[in-house]
């Protein structure tokens, strides 16, 4: 669990500094690390999508959060 925490912020610290600075995402996940998604909550037609990091951050661009 304590492994998922930091991987969690890792990558919100990746994400806001790509925000500040305007530029694209630069997140190196761990090497034990098999594969990260991102379960997003339903969107209008009702499906949940699963992303990768990069996928993610553009998630978010596009909302401007």
């Given at each position: 669990?304590?492994?998922?925490?930091y991987q969690i912020a890792c990558i919100v610290a990746?994400?806001?500094?790509?925000?500040?600075?305007?530029?694209?995402?630069c997140y190196k996940p761990?090497?034990?690390?098999n594969?990260?998604?991102f379960?997003?909550?339903p969107s209008e037609n009702g499906e949940a999508t699963e992303l990768s990091v990069s996928d993610w951050f553009e998630n978010?661009?596009?909302?401007k959060v």
């Amino acid at each position: 669990m304590n492994g998922q925490m930091y991987q969690i912020a890792c990558i919100v610290a990746a994400a806001r500094k790509a925000l500040k600075s305007g530029k694209e995402i630069c997140y190196k996940p761990e090497k034990y690390t098999n594969k990260l998604s991102f379960q997003i909550l339903p969107s209008e037609n009702g499906e949940a999508t699963e992303l990768s990091v990069s996928d993610w951050f553009e998630n978010l661009k596009e909302k401007k959060v």
